[in-house]
């Protein structure tokens, strides 16, 4: 019944095992090496200076991108980190060569996205979230084969291809099932599998997640992270507001918001922006000397009693906890020492770090609910 399903010049699907990966093209070790050749040593994956783009609207135009200056290396995961409206999107249209900057401007891999967009448009792809690509009457072989076709396949390597990234994000037992009837986890594998039929070098995902299940996104991230893995210098340009998503993906990001780049670096140098001292969660059987006895040690700027939402589960245990701002974290031996000496012993120890949230409140003095309610920005 499933040979009598597949299209005239179909081959069968492939069998056997898989010489380079669930997610490496059997050409991917040359197409690699075609990738170095072909750009400068000294090409950065991402190249945008002063990018500016305007919208015109009544009673006045509205700034989307105001001056962005990115730069990414080949091989990164680099994450754009904002509110709805930051201008996250739009950045990804220009820079795949979908809108025109209304100045500066900005090469992927050394292509200009304005004048080069035949020469981009071939070594990259881009899969947004709630993606609704393609014909719902078409299986799930058949839309990735017609794809595979606008993108310039042969039909037996189109084939090959499909039936390849069928089986690496997992559609295995869905290839012949039509696509309106996929779940929404199910139609975005469908949408990731469409974005790597062509092996970018590099992949733009614009909130690939949104709309999605824990379970379901959780998939999605592994498979974007296998993806990039399984061949050296695959970049990735991920947008989202979810922050949790981009602390755990990414090898840097930058925080954007209102068109402009507030703040770019790894989470870590991000994070040490917010918070220059070390606070630790201290939790103990009893404390004798009180919270006071503990502020009075060499190095403890502060020694209080957390509030319930820092105390989270242990808010209900009969044991006293206390909030600990230091120096740094040597001076944790000295609070350990006194909690000796006055006959106290550790329950629980716990550092509390900052959050991209805290970033983000720090740059712009609010929160993402509160900068999504506000209206998009004018020309001044």
Known sequence: MRAACRGIGEPAPMKGPRRYGRFARPHAQRYHRELIVSVSPTSLAI?????????????????????????????????LLGPNGAGKTTLIKVLTTLLLPTSGTARVFGFDVARQTTELRRIMNIVSGGEQSGYGLLHVREQLWMFSQFYGLGVRDGWRRVDQLIEAVGLTEQRLQKVSSLSTGQRQKLNLARGLLNDPWILFLDEPTLGLDVSAARQTRELVQQWQRALPGRTILLTSHYMAEVDELCDRLAIVDRGRILASGTSAELKRRVQRESIFLLEVDRLPGGHQALAAVRGVLSAVEPTAHDLGSAADRQTV????????????????????RMGASIVALAKSEPTLEDVFVELVGRGFAEREQEPAEKVR
């Open 47 to 79: 190249d945008a200076r002063a990018v500016r783009r305007v919208y015109k609207a009544k009673p006045e135009p509205i700034v989307a991108l105001d001056g962005v200056d990115l730069q990414v290396e080949p091989g990164e995961l680099f994450g």
């Open 321 to 340: 906890s206390v909030k600990l701002t230091l120096d740094d974290d040597a001076a944790l031996g000295g609070v350990v020492g006194e909690l000796g």
